[in-house]
């Protein structure tokens, strides 16, 4: 069926990088946008960024831009987060949702938790 | 701080309406369709709204929503307890700073 995987939890050290999987199946991966977003314990939710799978272009978040860089596996239909110099204000619940050109995100996966502690 | 404005909170009773606001402003839902997400504790949002008043399929039809101007707003009709959650409203932003931008969420309480 039509569904966003994420790689599992990941406990790092401020300072440490960590770097977040999400593998699409079920539609055509180079049709669709895909997005990250963050929640932090008990807040609300936070855009970092959007990648095109066909071409690989992106854009960031100006907040996390030198931070973040997000990448795609055309061959396993697989996007990549890597968010570099962790703090602990990075801890959250990190979600990749995909969307067609300016409209909705319809599709999110289940959300991987990052914690940063040392 | 959120781009887009919400109350941080609303409660009804069952079976009751409720509605939830969101505001922004030119450069993003003033320019832009709308998109309302549900989120229950302890999982994912889920697309509740699309393109300001559109429901996807399996969503009931007490869940609407609209637009005027730099708002938008979600209705909620016959509460139920399963209702219970987190809305954030959403949609695109023509700034520099971020492409997408939500509002800060507004928690449902059904009594």
């Known amino acids: 069926q039509v569904q966003l995987v994420q790689s599992g939890a990941e406990v790092k050290k401020p300072g440490a990088s960590v770097k977040v999987s999400c593998k699409a199946s079920?539609?055509?991966?180079?049709?669709?946008?895909m997005h990250w977003v963050r929640q932090a314990p008990g807040q609300g939710l936070e855009w970092m960024g959007i990648?095109?799978?066909?071409?690989?272009?992106?854009s960031y978040a100006q907040k996390l831009q030198g931070r973040v860089t997000m990448t795609r596996d055309t061959s396993t239909s697989t996007v990549y987060m890597e968010l570099s110099s962790l703090r602990s204000e990075d801890t959250a619940v990190y979600y990749c949702?995909?969307?067609?050109?300016?409209?909705?995100?319809?599709?999110w996966g289940r959300g991987t938790l990052v914690t940063v502690s040392s | 701080q959120s781009v887009l404005t919400q109350p941080p909170s609303v409660s009804a009773a069952p079976g009751q309406k409720v509605t939830i606001s969101c505001s922004g402003s030119?450069?993003?839902?003033?320019?832009?369709?709308v998109s309302w997400y549900q989120q229950l504790p302890g999982t994912a949002p889920k697309l509740l709204i699309y393109?300001?008043?559109k429901r996807p399929s399996g969503i009931p039809d007490r869940f609407s929503g609209s637009k005027s101007g730099t708002s938008a707003t979600l209705g909620i009709t016959g509460l139920q307890t399963g209702d219970e959650a987190d809305y954030y409203c959403?949609?695109?932003?023509?700034?520099?700073?971020?492409?997408?931008?939500f509002g800060g969420g507004t928690k449902l309480t059904v009594l």
């Open positions: 949702a995909r969307s067609s050109v300016r409209t909705s995100l319809d599709l």
């Open positions: 079920g539609y055509t991966f180079t049709s669709y946008y």
């Open positions: 990648i095109n799978p066909s071409g690989g272009s992106t």
């Open positions: 959403g949609t695109w932003d023509s700034s520099l700073s971020a492409f997408v931008v």
């Open positions: 030119s450069s993003n839902i003033g320019n832009n369709y």
């Open positions: 393109d300001n008043n």
